[in-house]
């Protein structure tokens, strides 16, 4: 087992900068997960650690130990790679048992592992077979016995889910979940896909541009997101948002004078705004309709405490069979954890 300590990580192609100020501290048996859109760097730093690229700047420790200049073979690490990264001429049990060939393990030591690897991960019955005769999700199994058998101090996943089929994405996040519980190695993992991020995560590095835009846990991240960014791109359906301004300590719909949400000026940092940003998820207003685009005309009834909405259009509603018209004015429940307002 190992931590991990990132101080002002940087890394750089020519001119071109793809990570920039990257500062975090992953303890003991947590799982991390590299969240954001494609380009934002996330491969690039699990890649930094695991020595497969060059740190420009700043220091990166692993359990304690200043690893910048340290080889890969020496950091006591192990990746899952996107696309499996198997041998195709060899048999599952010669594919899990290469690296520890190399790292010159005794063949009674190397037997026990592979033994041990596969009764974790259902593959003694395929031991013997070529990795070309073996689905997606069992090759995805072997790539993982392969990391396991070498008992690393941290576990690297680089997006090893996103070459398999929604159903075994589904049945592989549950072994992945399953695995760490059993093991409780470090483990960092890349991933786009907030759905694995939200499920297997202690905590989540959300990242755009090579900078981090928010660290927490899934839930923080969901309830509680630090930008407008973080807001729209955790959460399906997406958040909606629409501008309003500011009068005293009412939030009015642009263009109305009916007196909208309150703004607790204790939560919220509005720094003499007149203008803010409120988004409303989908999934925390009333379960019998649910809103997809919002127009800009939108009041807040303070006495019957319901949300009126004009709507282009509905994505889900009260029956099968019931379907406003465009443009119809529907009334919804609101909850208070349903509007977050973030500062503009």
């Not at 041990?116 to 199994?141: M, W, Y």
């Amino acid at each position: 087992m190992a931590e991990l300590s990132f101080r002002n990580i940087s890394k750089s192609y020519g001119d071109t900068q793809v990570v920039a100020g990257f500062n975090l501290e992953v303890r003991n048996h947590e799982f991390i997960v590299f969240l954001g859109p494609s380009g934002c760097g996330k491969s690039t730093i699990l890649r930094m650690i695991a020595g497969l690229d060059d740190i420009t700047g700043g220091e990166l420790s692993i359990d304690k130990r200043v690893v910048n200049q340290l080889p890969r073979r020496d950091r006591n690490i192990a990746m899952v790679f996107q696309n499996y990264a198997l041998y195709p001429h060899m048999s599952v049990r010669d594919n899990i048992a290469f690296g520890l060939k190399r790292m010159k393990i005794a063949p009674d030591e190397i037997d026990r592992r592979i033994r041990g690897a596969a009764a974790t991960l259902g593959l003694e019955q395929f031991l013997d077979r070529k990795s070309t005769a073996l689905s997606g999700g069992q090759q995805q199994r072997v790539a993982i016995a392969r990391a396991i058998v070498k008992t690393p101090g941290v576990f690297l996943f680089d997006e090893p889910l996103s070459n398999l089929d929604a159903k075994l994405r589904n049945h592989m996040r549950v072994e992945i979940a399953r695995f760490h519980q059993r093991l409780k190695t470090t483990t960092v993992y890349v991933t786009h896909d907030q759905l694995e991020a939200m499920t297997l995560a202690d905590g989540i590095v959300l990242l755009r541009s090579g900078l981090i835009e928010q660290v927490g846990t899934p839930r923080e991240i969901f309830e509680r997101p630090d930008s407008q960014f973080v807001a729209a791109f955790i959460g399906t359906p997406a958040m909606n948002f629409f501008e309003v301004d500011v009068n005293g300590s009412e939030l009015n719909a642009a263009g109305r004078n009916a007196p909208a949400v309150f703004v607790d000026r204790e939560r919220f940092d509005l720094n003499g705004s007149k203008t803010v940003v409120a988004g409303v998820r989908p999934a925390t207003s009333a379960p019998r309709v649910l809103p997809t685009l919002l127009t800009s005309s939108m009041a807040m009834s303070t006495s019957s405490n319901s949300l009126a909405m004009t709507l282009w259009s509905i994505s889900s509603t009260r029956s099968r069979d019931w379907r406003p018209p465009a443009g119809a004015t529907v009334s919804l429940g609101r909850r208070s954890r349903a509007d977050d307002i973030l500062g503009r």
